[in-house]
């Protein structure tokens, strides 16, 4: 549909649109044609037109760079932030960085752009902006506020000036206000000390947890004699934060990440894509519970009525195992548990297994003496197999994200399938060894 | 143990400790005595001593302020920022937040205090800084600076300083650098405008959304009104998020939070406790298929390869719903899905749930047919269970969340034991019926 604007419509269109916020803005134009979209932008103050092209998501922006003429191309790319560009870059096909990159980035900039293209995807280095001042320790005050005044840096990116050494290791930083309160001292004077620093090959996963432990404002990234290299707002710490997230939920219910992406406008192909090769898993390990409910065939032909209790037995083994594993997962991320207390974790989780299971054994036998369908062996059958299937898997699901973690597995990937199969297998295998002895005695 | 310390030992823990970061300082104090730990408040820095006392565990902060002669308490207290005091206060006891309010809390200090507590906890007031510079739109640059430097704030709480209307209705915001930049302007000229407040009374959720949402590093509270009462800093929003990601675990697993203790240092009889409800009720709530598979008895003894595949069936039911209330949990907390999308969902997840289960009869039809275990009648019965439970519990997953969410529960409450209790019973029910018709044919 094509619409017509008259001069006001234009004039109002674009105060508003220059008030908003460029979350909000690319938001709205998830919606428009391209038509629509490059009318905006030519409304767009240069500035804000970048900042939201940055926020657009990866088809919307290729379709922008497609149909922009050369200059506006070269205006839009000129405006990103080198970390923008760079994560721009990383969502365009190859013969679209090439020419972006050939005619609209040029000198030093190509330089740095190319050095932080070769940070792997997920590092530190990927995600960090070069736009930052430092000076040397000895620095004046004032000389560093003038520098301050005359530089062309965003204001967003001068609330902390670093401090390096002579050789530009990283001492730590100095807040902008304490500079201007204190003109006649040093920088040395006045520093801030780093309570850490992370290296631009690290993970970003690192960025969030430093972040969160210290409450920093700004994460300086150095290499690996301690040089500062770029800088992290926690900002972007937040959005990594979130992505772990979603990453721990999808290895734990086994939904791909889609954050990029609107649940209801995906294709129902994709969606079911996504979770297919979970379910299959889940089904083939399955397999191992069916072989072990077939060897013990004849006994639960001479006694239906174990079937009855097969499913209670199977999950509250895997919601014991599930809990131990969250538990020691949310410790081990925090780095209050590490894989040398594998047997301080074993001890605790038998513990409170014996505890938990003890009390489900109870309620569970008063649940089974009320409704009073089967006899006093089944009823023993069930208890005992409970208070052991409670308690291995406690211990189970307590150690295997340890060792997971040991490993460098991710361990929520483990907490999913694995704990569930496991807990599974030994439960059947528990309750039928107990029936075919407390049963036929 | 007593330990005494030479003239030379003192001098380098004092230097030692004095150049440590706050949180690490409080976490090696969680292993001393409080003497030791009083000789080190004795060598800290004022400024460091307070922010260490506000990042140790409740117990520390009440033994230090019994034990503290009053004048080192008044000392502590007085450094305390107002946010780091309230949270304090909200972990003593009674009688000590009395102590701590008549006598070291006085004037202008006493009264931003107690409305500060008057805020329900979890909301944003509770946990706003009010240590915040903030202009008249109209004002000139260069006044606002000399304030800057007059200011006895921290230069933290200076980075940004807030511009307000003549009624103090919150504008937005400027960049002490962009204020040193344009020495001739007014705040006006160089305002930064706000994609978002929010209000005091709101859920500290809301923070971590914005934050998340809008990449700000301060996040400005007001009353109903719009006018500026406080501000949140971005560090405390990744608090947050970390506090509402271990909620959703939480619930989602049945662990209590319990963030404040450590895993390994908690009692098992505390764990234990923490786990057991939930344990309990999915106990009970088993108890629902434990009754449809007695109801069924004679059936099964009839042909007890039936009890094969129950466990495989719950489970890629469980695992199917599990994926679509993940997936629409997610969505919901993005703000990407409501109540109102309840019936795409639904239509959503029918057809997403038709497809996968299409793929996973056709891999246990293949996997059944290599075992060969059992006839054609059961392998029908299991292939049409499995469809049709895998859309039903498709659906469950996907709507169950926007129920919750419209009446005001934490959707992943109900994530966890209602529809694996749902998923189940439909899946024992159908499978049932379904072998009923198909295998007397």
């Given at each position: 549909?094509?619409r017509n604007?008259d001069?006001?419509?234009?004039?109002?269109l674009?105060?508003e649109?220059?008030?908003m916020?460029?979350?909000?803005?690319?938001?709205?134009f998830?919606?428009m044609s391209v038509k629509e979209?490059?009318?905006?932008f030519?409304?767009?103050d240069?500035?804000?037109?970048?900042?939201?092209?940055?926020?657009m998501?990866?088809d919307?922006?290729?379709?922008i760079?497609?149909?922009?003429?050369?200059?506006?191309?070269?205006?839009?790319?000129?405006?990103?932030?080198?970390?923008?560009?760079?994560?721009?870059l990383?969502?365009?096909?190859a013969?679209?960085?090439?020419?972006?990159?050939?005619?609209?980035?040029?000198?030093?900039?190509r330089?740095?752009?190319?050095r932080l293209?070769?940070?792997p995807k997920?590092?530190?280095?990927s995600?960090?902006?070069?736009?930052f001042?430092?000076?040397k320790a000895?620095?004046?005050?004032?000389t560093v506020?003038?520098?301050?005044?005359?530089s062309d840096?965003d204001?967003?990116k001068?609330e902390?000036?670093?401090?390096t050494?002579?050789?530009l290791?990283?001492?730590?930083?100095?807040?902008?206000?304490?500079i201007l309160?204190?003109?006649?001292?040093?920088?040395e004077?006045?520093?801030e000390?780093?309570p850490?620093?992370?290296e631009a090959t690290?993970?970003?996963e690192?960025?969030a947890?430093?972040?969160?432990r210290?409450d920093?404002s700004?994460?300086?990234v150095?290499?690996?004699?301690?040089?500062l290299?770029?800088i992290?707002?926690v900002?972007d710490?937040?959005?990594i934060?979130?992505?772990?997230y979603?990453?721990?939920?999808?290895?734990?219910?086994?939904v791909?990440?889609?954050?990029?992406e609107?649940y209801l406008?995906?294709s129902c192909f994709?969606?079911?894509?996504?979770?297919?090769?979970w379910l299959?898993?889940?089904l083939?390990?399955?397999t191992?519970?069916g072989?072990?409910?077939?060897r013990y065939?004849?006994?639960l032909?001479?006694?239906?009525?174990?079937a009855?209790y097969?499913?209670?037995?199977?999950d509250s083994?895997?919601?014991?195992?599930?809990?131990?594993?969250?538990?020691v997962?949310?410790?081990l991320?925090?780095?209050?548990?590490?894989?040398?207390?594998?047997?301080?974790v074993?001890?605790?989780?038998?513990?409170?297994?014996?505890?938990?299971?003890?009390?489900?054994?109870?309620?569970?036998?008063?649940?089974?003496?009320?409704i009073?369908?089967h006899?006093?062996?089944?009823?023993?059958?069930?208890?005992a197999t409970?208070?052991l299937?409670v308690?291995?898997?406690?211990?189970?699901?307590g150690?295997?994200?340890?060792i997971?973690?040991k490993?460098?597995?991710?361990?929520?990937?483990m907490a999913?399938?694995i704990i569930?199969t496991?807990?599974d297998?030994f439960?059947?295998l528990?309750?039928f060894e107990?029936a075919?002895?407390?049963?036929?005695?």
């Open positions: 549909m094509k604007y001069i006001d419509e234009i004039n109002s674009k105060s649109i220059n008030h916020d460029p979350v909000d803005l690319a938001e709205s998830d919606e979209i490059m009318l905006r030519k409304l767009l240069k500035d804000l037109a970048a900042d939201t092209f940055a926020e998501d990866r919307k922006k290729r379709e760079i497609e149909r922009f003429s050369d200059d506006d191309v070269e205006e839009l790319i000129t405006e990103l932030d080198e970390d923008e560009l760079v994560d721009t990383q969502e365009l096909p013969n679209m960085v090439r020419r972006v990159m050939d005619e609209f980035v040029v000198g030093d900039r330089k740095v752009i190319n293209l070769g940070y997920d590092s530190v280095g995600i960090m902006t070069v736009e001042l430092s000076a000895g620095s004046n005050c004032e506020l003038k520098r301050v005044i005359a840096l204001a967003d001068l902390q000036i670093w401090v050494d002579k050789s290791v990283l001492l730590g930083y100095v807040y902008l206000a304490d309160r204190s003109p006649d001292k040093t920088m004077d006045i520093l000390p780093l850490g620093s992370i690290d993970d970003q690192i960025v947890k430093i972040a969160y210290y920093l700004e994460i300086p150095t290499d690996s004699e301690g040089r290299l770029g992290v707002p900002e710490a937040i959005d934060m979130h992505e772990e979603e990453e721990d939920l999808s290895n734990i219910h086994g791909q990440d889609t954050s990029d609107d406008e995906r994709a969606i079911a894509k996504d979770r297919t090769t299959i898993i889940c083939i390990t399955a191992m519970t072989f072990i409910i077939q065939e004849s006994l032909a001479s006694s239906v009525a174990l009855a097969i499913p209670m037995l199977m083994g895997g919601n014991a195992g599930t809990q131990s594993s969250t538990t997962i949310r410790a991320y925090t780095g209050k548990v590490h894989f040398k207390n594998i047997f301080a074993m001890s605790k989780e038998l513990k409170v297994g014996l505890i938990t299971g003890s009390i489900l054994v109870v309620v569970n036998f008063i649940r089974m003496t009320i009073g369908a006899g006093l062996s089944i009823s023993l059958t069930v208890s409970l208070l299937t308690t291995l898997s406690k211990i189970i699901g150690i295997l994200p340890l997971a973690d490993v460098h597995v991710d361990p929520t990937v999913g399938p569930t496991l807990v297998t439960a059947l528990i309750y107990v075919t002895h407390l049963i036929n005695l």
